[in-house]
């Protein structure tokens, strides 16, 4: 599909933050917000709403990401999607921290060798993964709801829906859900107690 000017523009990472790609909150800021789109689909992508501080790298196949209000999301952070991300409100998300709804390739070898086929030259033209086939790599939403605390260097994986002020310890692997006012740690994450 031949790329819409726009488009282009948000490969060329000149990404005019206001754009039809992306709806924010007037009063939220993302002055530190590293954003890369690798679709060529006309949509809104990303939605953040008001109160918000993102200064967290969002890489984003053709997905959607809504970020509520007042949530924080500390430098070093990233979220990668292909599918759909959705954040609550009064969340904080330490430094750090990868929220990934993919697998990024498929496990099966043969079907990796088609990724890596073009990967040098994608690369050098800035659009690496552009050309991926999704259908056969996984991905399932991830849902982090209201009041959830996740703290540094943790990880929350594919499918995974955190529970309402849940809070997840340093260092985690989310692999599963997480109960309303969990307090869940380790790797692969378990529930540590529950909190208010
Ligand atoms: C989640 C957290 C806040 C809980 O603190 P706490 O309530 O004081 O918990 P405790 O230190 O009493 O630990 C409770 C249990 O969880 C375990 N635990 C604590 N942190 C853990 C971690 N990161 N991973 C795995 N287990 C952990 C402890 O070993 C203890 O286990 P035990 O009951 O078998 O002895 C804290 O562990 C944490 O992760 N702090 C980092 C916060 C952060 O990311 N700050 C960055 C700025 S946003």
């Known amino acids: 599909m031949e790329k819409s000017k726009g488009i282009s523009q ?7 933050y206001q754009s039809k790609y992306i709806n924010k909150g007037d009063s939220s800021n993302i002055d530190n ?3 890369n789109i690798r679709s060529s689909e006309e949509k809104i992508y990303l939605d953040i709403g008001e109160e918000c501080v993102i200064n967290a790298t969002i890489n984003m196949g053709n997905c959607n990401i809504k970020i509520g209000d007042r949530v924080l999301i500390n430098n070093g952070t990233t979220l990668y999607s292909v599918n759909e991300i959705s954040i609550g409100n009064d969340v904080m998300i330490s430094w750090g921290c990868t929220i ?10 043969s079907e990796r060798l088609k990724d890596l086929k073009n990967a040098r030259k994608e690369y050098e033209k800035g659009i690496l993964g552009e050309n991926s086939d999704w259908s056969c790599i996984e991905n399932k939403p991830i849902v982090i709801k209201d ?3 996740i703290g540094f260097n943790s990880i929350i994986m594919k499918g995974v829906t955190i529970g309402e002020g849940a809070v997840i310890a340093a260092g985690s692997v989310v692999t ?5 006012y969990a307090v869940m740690g380790g790797n692969p994450a378990k529930i540590l ?3 208010t």
């Open 10 to 16: 948000i490969l060329d990472k000149k990404v005019n």
């Open 33 to 35: 917000l590293n954003l």
């Open 100 to 109: 990934i709804d993919n697998n990024s390739h498929s496990i099966v070898s």
């Open 147 to 149: 009041k959830v605390w």
């Open 176 to 180: 599963k859900d997480v109960p309303n």
């Open 193 to 195: 107690k529950y909190t």
